[in-house]
């Protein structure tokens, strides 16, 4: 079992291991990006750290579990982290396509956190990179962020209202949910020309919308033609109730309000074969007072209750009362039937006007990025960060996957898979160690074996303590076992005498017998010296 479980372990391991020396790096690549960020080398001279008092985590330029390969690492639970890298040129949302990338590992899982990315607006807007924060306004908000029910892959961008100058955020609906393992996954935002975006997770498209479509989007892009006006009020006269009490209705004379509901059944007789004298229970007959039961301290013993077995085929035990029924004559209270209200005007809403914040374009009106920004919230350490990437085509982005991803992926999957196996074949073993005490708990109970009963229930304890242990402890159980069972059948006591009337014994019987016994002793005396183990004889230092 135990070399089942360790080769496949091994092998995983080692393909590990091997292949995470061989990663294909996309630096040959790099030229065909607008940005690229492999976190092969240290981060410090490159990304910034944001000085604001409240983001006190630590990033580190940390390797990915199992991996050669270098990441940035949220370091510590329960912490804001904020980080900002400026780009050497700003990026152009609205010339044609962009696509946005990057890979994650939760090395140790995310129950209450985030791990997306901010695409930043250039600093104009109003921001420092030494005090990037929540506050500092982006573009594109794009990543896995998972906390009670939330559990979701934003992707969130601001827009300008060309006729307010306001910036609203909008949600993408609906979006895909965050993988729940340990992996390494990357995610992908492709945004067309043509006012489409694809989410992929892994690659594989899990979410497709459009700009435009108020369907898609939350807010939508394009505000309502018209709006409620807000200074229109409802009349004070205004009736929305469809229905109204009858005014002109009047109780009957005959309406009795206090007539019960149910009333007792005059015409019911008793059923043949009811048992009037036989309780409903009765004490157990086969339950006994505890030995342990003091009167003093735990008060005068009652045996418990069960159904009478007498009432199980008769009509009914105990007191016989006659059932009630519905009592026709009740009304209840009495109140006028409703009737079409003739002042009904339907429910009232204020009326429309255009809406002084609408506008029309035929594609949104991105703000360049200008920066890069993990900005996040979270409770669980061991979050990494690798491989971003901004590329002007989605064929440069799949080519990054199947280098930088790809093969990390695949080992992770294969190790996972060996440890998954190996737990199951750990969960069967545990199985069968269950099974096995209970047997050997079993056994302890056979009558000829009470005797050795605490002995054996304290080597199963032991066991179940060490259960690597259970072939031995088992082993020892069948030995004490056969032990006793063998002394039973061959060398048990003999039983005591009968007594019965014998002749005397002569004088010369007695002698003889005497003499046989002495022999008989000298005999046993021998052969136990003979048998006794010899002393090794003492050594000097």
């Avoid at 609408?358 to 990025?369: A, H, Q, S, V």
């Avoid at 056979?446 to 082993?475: M, R, V, Y």
Wanted: charged share 35%; hydrophobic share 35%.
């Amino acid at each position: 079992m135990v070399e089942r479980k360790v080769i496949p372990i091994a092998i995983a391991v080692l393909f590990f291991f091997i292949a995470s020396s061989s990663f294909v790096h996309a630096s040959d690549e790099a030229d065909d990006a607008i940005f690229y960020e492999s976190f092969d080398e240290d981060f410090d001279s490159r990304w910034i750290v944001s000085e604001k008092e409240e983001y006190n985590g630590v990033w580190k330029h940390s390797k990915s579990e199992g991996h050669d390969d270098f990441g940035l690492l949220v370091s510590e639970p329960a912490r804001k982290y904020a980080i900002v890298k400026e780009l050497d040129e700003p990026v152009i949302l609205k010339d044609g396509s962009v696509v946005l990338q990057f890979e994650t590992r939760l090395q140790n899982g995310l129950e209450c956190g985030g791990a997306y990315i901010k695409y930043l607006q250039p600093q104009e807007s109003g921001w420092k990179p030494k005090g990037f924060d929540n506050e500092s306004p982006y573009s594109v908000m794009f990543g896995p962020d998972k906390c009670g029910a939330t559990n979701k892959v934003h992707f969130i961008f601001r827009h300008k209202n060309p006729k307010t100058g306001k910036y609203v955020e909008h949600h993408l609906k609906f979006p895909p949910s965050v993988p729940s393992d340990k992996l390494s996954h990357v995610y992908t935002a492709i945004l067309k020309p043509d006012n489409e975006l694809r989410i992929l997770v892994d690659g594989e498209e899990k979410k497709k919308a459009n700009f435009l479509s108020e369907e898609d989007f939350e807010p939508s892009l394009i505000p309502s033609k018209t709006i409620p006006d807000p200074d229109d009020n409802k009349p004070e006269d205004w009736d929305e109730r469809a229905k109204i009490p009858d005014p002109e209705a009047v109780k009957p004379e005959d309406w009795d309000e206090d007539a019960p509901m149910e009333i007792i059944d005059e015409e019911a007789e008793k059923p043949e074969g009811w048992l009037d004298d036989e309780p409903e229970e009765i004490d157990d007959p086969e339950a006994t007072k505890p030995e342990d039961w003091d009167d003093e301290e735990d008060g005068e013993w009652e045996a418990p209750k069960i159904e009478n077995p007498k009432c199980e085929t008769a009509p009914g035990c105990g007191e016989w009362k006659r059932p009630t029924k519905r009592n026709p004559a009740y009304k209840g209270k009495w109140s006028a039937p409703f009737i079409d209200n003739p002042a009904y005007k339907g429910i009232w809403k204020p009326q429309e006007i255009p809406n002084p914040e609408y506008f029309e374009l035929e594609k949104p009106d991105f703000e360049p990025i200008a920066a890069i920004g993990i900005e996040i919230w979270t409770m669980q350490d061991g979050i990494l960060f690798d491989n971003v990437l901004i590329a002007k085509d989605d064929k440069i982005a799949e080519s990054y996957r199947e280098t930088t991803w790809k093969p990390k992926f695949n080992i992770e999957k294969e190790k996972q898979k060996a440890e998954e196996e190996a737990a199951a074949e750990s969960e069967g073993i545990a199985g069968y160690q269950k099974k096995a005490f209970d047997l050997l708990y079993k056994i302890a109970d056979i009558p000829f074996l009470s005797g050795q009963k605490d002995k054996i229930i304290e080597i199963i304890e032991k066991g179940e303590k060490q259960p690597n242990l259970t072939i031995g402890i088992l082993a020892s159980v069948v030995v004490v076992f056969v032990t006793i069972f063998f002394r039973l059948i061959f060398g048990g006591k003999k039983p005591a005498k009968v007594e019965a009337k014998v002749e005397k014994k002569t004088n010369t019987e007695r002698t003889e017998t005497s003499q046989a016994g002495g022999e008989n002793e000298d005999n046993k005396e021998k052969e136990e010296t003979a048998n006794a183990p010899r002393r090794r004889p003492k050594r000097d230092n």
